[in-house]
T-cell receptor, first 112, second 117 residues
Framework: DADVTQTPRNRITKTGKRIMLECSQT?????MYWYRQDPGLGLRLIYY???????NKGEISDGYSVSRQAQAKFSLSLESAIPNQTALYFC???????????FGQGTRLTVV | AQTVTQSQPEMSVQEAETVTLSCTYD???????LFWYKQPPSRQMILVIR??????QNATENRFSVNFQKAAKSFSLKISDSQLGDAAMYFC??????????????FGKGTHLIIQP
């Protein structure tokens, strides 16, 4: 089983709908992240969390919200999806000691 | 804010040859980490190599090595003996050393590496 698991892997939704992307990890890391990847733009940070009580905005948080339900779970919500939120979304984990980030398999979201 | 620049949107190399991917970054921090990630068509993000800024010695992982020039803020990736499985998008990324401050990776826009058989 993957250390960082994202669900769903692919999703098509309609404009205006609320959608939640979920992430769970078994690595025991405190820090969790959500990134968005667009063609030609690389990955950009949406939100990150140091623990269940510490959530921080990243570079592109507008239009998104997050919830850290437990150390192992970090979900990303789009309250009212719009077409320019069509992208590949990645969850990642790390801890300060390891330095590197471990990524989930990604969720391809299409908003029509 | 930190920025990471990859000036080569696409590179092509013959199988078994050597290729170098370029990356420059801008930061006012002195303690940080640099990474190269590989993203094959499966879209999985795979760590290739990492470099701690306080280390002068360049990191090496088998056929992959970096040329880290801290003063020039340059971090290039050299792939020796290129293989077909090396074909992928390669992302350069920066992470500041952070106890409790800002965190997260800053990525470049990526270089698409093509391996010619």
């Amino acid at each position: 089983d993957a250390d960082v698991t994202q669900t769903p892997r692919n999703r098509i939704t309609k404009t205006g709908k609320r959608i939640m992307l979920e992430c769970s990890q078994t690595k025991g890391h405190d820090r969790m992240y959500w990134y968005r990847q667009d063609p030609g733009l690389g990955l950009r940070l949406i939100y990150y969390s140091f623990d269940v009580k510490d959530i921080n905005k990243g570079e592109i948080s507008d239009g998104y919200s997050v919830s850290r339900q437990a150390q192992a779970k970090f979900s990303l919500s789009l309250e009212s999806a719009i077409p320019n939120q069509t992208a590949l979304y990645f969850c990642a984990t790390s801890d300060l000691r390891n330095t590197e980030a471990f990524f989930g398999q990604g969720t391809r979201l299409t908003v029509v | 804010a930190q920025t990471v620049t990859q000036s080569q949107p696409e590179m092509s190399v013959q199988e078994a040859e050597t290729v170098t991917l370029s990356c420059t970054y801008d930061t006012s921090e002195s303690d940080y980490y640099l990474f190269w990630y590989k993203q094959p068509p499966s879209r999985q993000m795979i760590l290739v190599i990492r470099q701690e800024a306080y280390k002068q010695q360049n990191a090496t992982e088998n056929r992959f090595s970096v040329n880290f020039q801290k003063a020039a803020k340059s971090f290039s990736l050299k792939i020796s003996d290129s293989q077909l499985g090396d074909a992928a998008m390669y992302f350069c990324a920066y992470r500041v050393y952070s106890g409790g401050g800002a965190d997260g990776l800053t990525f470049g826009k990526g270089t698409h590496l093509i391996i010619q058989p």
